[in-house]
């Protein structure tokens, strides 16, 4: 009697095997799933460190090629897109810098920074392309209303000054 008690059907065993392999398969894809997330920061900050190497000694291919590398691990960062865009625009990559920038900017559409880092470099960079600039300047002012001190003593965006939009911006919101 005891036997019979004690005695597990197949049908019982392989339920309780199924549960075994379903737990186990489930530990793996968690465990791996932290393994591949743990490479990857790895290989994100190798990369990042490279980047800041390089830009510490001016050598903007190699900063370009490490960040590069960033945007492939991280891709939708919008502070990683505006440093990679600096550096274009630093190496004379124009088109791709605004590319870059338009993109860091609209991965965070609340963030001032993207618009103020667009605006600064449409101004900078193409002087004929002063409504874009302000576009970029006036979606900065949306999300950090405080700088609008800030934009009227910077000295990089002196040319806009007579610029009537621009100036419409520089007032005082009430």
């Not at 059907?9 to 199924?18: H, K, T």
């Amino acid at each position: 009697m005891w036997l019979q008690e004690m005695a597990i059907s197949v049908e019982e065993l392989l339920s309780v095997n199924s549960v075994a392999v379903g737990i186990t398969l489930l530990l793996a894809i968690v465990l791996g799933q932290w393994a591949w997330g743990q490479w990857q920061a790895m290989r994100f900050h190798k990369a990042w460190a490279k980047a800041q190497g390089a830009l510490a000694v001016n050598d903007l291919a190699a900063a370009e090629e490490a960040v590069r590398a960033c945007t492939a691990i991280a891709p939708v960062s919008g502070q990683l897109r505006r440093v990679y865009g600096s550096i274009l625009a630093r190496s004379g990559k124009l088109a791709e810098a605004e590319e870059q920038l338009r993109f860091g900017a609209d991965l965070e559409p609340r963030n001032a920074a993207g618009h103020l880092d667009l605006g600064y470099f449409l101004v900078a960079c193409y002087p004929d392309r002063i409504e874009a600039a302000v576009d970029a300047l006036s979606r900065a002012l949306e999300c950090s209303p405080e700088l609008r001190a800030t934009l009227a003593d910077a000295p990089e965006l002196h040319g806009l000054r007579q610029h009537e939009r621009f100036r419409n911006l520089l007032q005082t919101k009430g």
